[in-house]
């Protein structure tokens, strides 16, 4: 009897064990490109609970920076420097941490340096994160600061998003395969 007692724990957290990613798993694919967890946590922590959550932005992100360079929509180079230095002068008034300290942590976890890191991951996102603003700014109706006020702004706004999300996702999903659980 005492054996049973035993084996059911090591059971149970081999079942626990199991359902953990690992970064070189494939979570999806987008248009034959596959999405791995390392690409999910380069950029910032995700616990595997939140894997198919954030794997379903990720690819959302991706149809839209598609979307955008459909519509002609560009982004320079001078646009991510000036986001990089805007987020690195006012983090603090963001309410983030260190940047400095978050990247070079990031850099260290992936064995890249921190210029590396900086100069290719964190360009990256940033470039990816300007095409969705100016997609959303092409698709959203712009308000004036006064209407913005109004609580019921922030509510159709947000019914708008889940909208575009939705309708974006829609739109490729012949072209899109989830692999998380």
Request: glycine fraction near 2%.
């Amino acid at each position: 009897m005492r054996k049973i007692k035993w084996v059911i724990p090591f059971f149970c957290i081999g079942l626990i064990t199991a359902c953990s990613y690992k970064d070189d798993e494939l979570v999806a694919t987008f248009r034959g490109q596959n999405i791995y967890v390392l690409d999910l946590k380069k950029t910032s922590e995700v616990s595997d609970e939140d894997i198919p959550e954030v794997t379903q932005n990720y690819v959302f992100r991706e149809a839209v920076v598609l979307e955008a360079k459909e519509r002609g929509i560009t982004v320079s180079a001078e646009e991510i420097d000036n986001e990089i230095a805007y987020v690195f002068n006012n983090y603090e008034q963001l309410g983030l941490e260190d940047i400095t300290k978050h990247l070079k942590n990031q850099a260290k976890k992936y064995n890249m340096s921190y210029e590396d890191y900086l100069n290719t991951v964190y360009r990256e996102e940033i470039e990816k994160s300007r095409y969705v603003i100016k997609m959303m700014d092409e698709i959203f109706d712009v308000q004036s600061v006064d209407e913005m006020k109004n609580i019921g702004f922030f509510q159709q706004q947000e019914q708008q998003f889940q909208e575009w999300y939705s309708a974006i996702l829609e739109k490729y999903q012949d072209d899109i395969e989830f692999y998380y659980y």
